[in-house]
């Protein structure tokens, strides 16, 4: 990672007020922010007590990048993207291997910084390439018609290993592109021809809808109505680095207060050096369990050694930091029920419940699907001009279905519990109860038919493993002799399928209007035929309760 000259910034002061609070969040999720924490030593503590703590800071204790990285979970497993419910297009030009993996950091980054940028590109693979970019780099002015969306960025990239540094001039409105190089006087020369060989004075990008930006901007909130809020959230940036200098007060308390202060009245010693921290001369006396220390008395009644009590008792000190960061995560949007903070099972390091994650990845879904709706669109534009695919270039056609985290296998059996409860009490019918046990399920029809396979493996299963042979029946609607009686014929399965909706429109499990609809869907059978199929079940005949044990029925 290279660092900025200092001569080169943004002209705007809220731009670089922007770029300092995103570059420190950075420097957090990188681990790189170990001179950050000793500019807060510096503030917390008296010089003389600085000086020793900033020789070796406390880092370990990383609660901003703790907490974002137990909240980001959109990505642990790929999303479902398709074009609709029949979507039968070749998206692998648009969704490549590494778009996930990029997405990964991308969403770790709009949890910290509110912000995120990633660029779209072509590669020479023959697809299209995505890059999470450094927002602390950009200087973005939004579209006119949408606050929210940025429509020219400039981006600084260092280019010969940090040689040089160009401004790279995206503009979407009025077509322009251009690299600038920048001199050491902070002037800009137009470098387009060396670095962009061909594109001089035109646009990479452009179709028929106009120039395509590569660049698109994820925000934390789908509510966002400006292009940045770099400073939400700053209460867990600021109360890291604080527990970062009260941790690297306790590890130097752990060492030298956590025992006995010795001390002496009266007395002088030949050993001792006087050392000067912070501007101030101060005496000390190293020492180790080997010294042997000669004293003299310096008064009339002699000189007299003892000790304090220790200054400071390590594990009530951690407890208490550790209470201090289990406040700090509350300003992640966290609930104190959300957080599990047991020392036997986390080292007193902060862990998120499932419970929380899911509540976090619900209220982010939103924004994160706008975002990648913007980006698998936005790519479909550019990968079209290499010819190579023609995709929808409007994001709303794009449908983005988030499998994040899964169930557990103790909340798989809780919720199973339940609901075998809930269908004991008669409370829910076996077609909520498959419904309810897999979400994927959409319809009841697709429920039904779940339940049926069940029913049909299990007889099989029974039967030891062989169908039982049932005559296909043929059935004729009344009036159609013309059609053949093959055209409405079921074979023993479908029979057998036939009459498991039936009984459950019977048992009261499916409407009556619901299992016509499966019988002709399903069977490929018109509703006058499947309305015969099911008589009067549903209507004015239904399954018979089982007998009460007085023998009356319920």
Known sequence: MHTIPSHITPKNPADRQRWREQALRLRLLEGDFEDDVRDDIRRLFAAEIAYDLELAPDTSRNTFLLVNQQLSTAYLKPPSISLGEEDENDLSEVVTPRLWPVQRLNELRVRALNESVIKVGWSTDGEASYQVIDPSTLVVTAHPDYPDRPARVEWLRPREDGKVWTWETWDSIEGIFRIEKVRDNGTREDVTEQYAPGLEGRYPYEDAEGFVLPFVLYHASAASSRLWNPTAGSELVRGTLRGCSLWSNWQDGFVNAAHPQRYALDADSQAGVT???????????????????????????????????????????????????????????????????????SGYAIVVSREGQKRKAEEIAPALRLGDQTLLSTASRIVALFGVATLPTSPREWVVKYNGLGESPLERKSKAEGV????????????????????????????VDRLLSIRKTAEIIESGGEETPVEAVAVALPGADSAPASATALNGAQVTAAQGIVTAVAAGELPRGTGIQMLSSFFNLPIALAESIMGTVGSTFSQPSPEAPNGNRS
């Not at 369990?289 to 951690?318: D, N």
């Not at 075998?420 to 829910?428: A, H, I, Q, R």
């Open 275 to 345: 050392r000067n921290i912070g501007g101030v001369s101060v005496d000390i006396v190293p020492t180790d369990r080997k010294s042997i220390l000669k004293f003299s008395s310096t008064g009339a009644t002699g000189a007299s050694l003892s000790q304090f009590a220790p200054s400071m008792e390590p594990r009530s000190a951690a407890e208490a930091l550790t209470t201090y960061e289990s406040g700090l995560a509350i300003y992640a949007g966290l609930n104190p029920s959300d957080l599990q903070t047991s020392g036997a099972q």
């Open 420 to 447: 075998k409860l809930e269908l004991e009490l008669g409370l829910l019918s076996q077609v909520e109860a498959v419904r309810r046990l897999n979400p994927e399920l959409q319809t009841d029809a697709a429920a």
